[in-house]
């Protein structure tokens, strides 16, 4: 590389201005929500709606998307800074109530279908 002596710089050559190499407006940190965070959310809240079309495995597939993604979220929220951490935890826990409950009736089936047999089938 050459040595350069002040006053002997050559002016560029090209005839692109210089101007700023980023945007013009970069957000402060932490004032965007997870999106992950969102979609826990709405899934959490649809999955109740979701056994309409599909009874049982509907509104199952998607309360598991919401407890999953609301741990995604919170993971990147931990490591980004973004906003929605409250999101994506109602989220995560409105699936896992749903989940639970569901769980709750398949034994309560169970049960009501063991009790008929005897019943039925007694001798």
Do not use: C, D, W
């Amino acid at each position: 590389m050459p040595t350069q002596i002040a006053g002997q710089q050559v002016a560029p050559s090209s005839s692109v201005p210089f101007g700023p190499a980023g945007p013009m407006y970069l957000p402060a940190a932490g004032t965007r929500t997870n999106s992950l965070a969102v979609v826990s959310l709405v899934a959490a809240i649809a999955s109740f709606i979701a056994h309409i079309p599909i009874p049982g495995f509907g509104g199952f597939t998607v309360a598991l998307i919401a407890v999953i993604t609301g741990y995604m979220a919170r993971k990147q929220i931990r490591e980004t800074g973004e906003q929605g951490m409250g999101i994506a935890t109602a989220g995560m826990l409105i699936g896992i109530v749903h989940l639970a409950l569901l769980g709750l009736l398949v034994i309560a089936v169970l049960i009501g279908i063991f009790v008929l047999g005897i019943v039925l089938f007694r001798h």
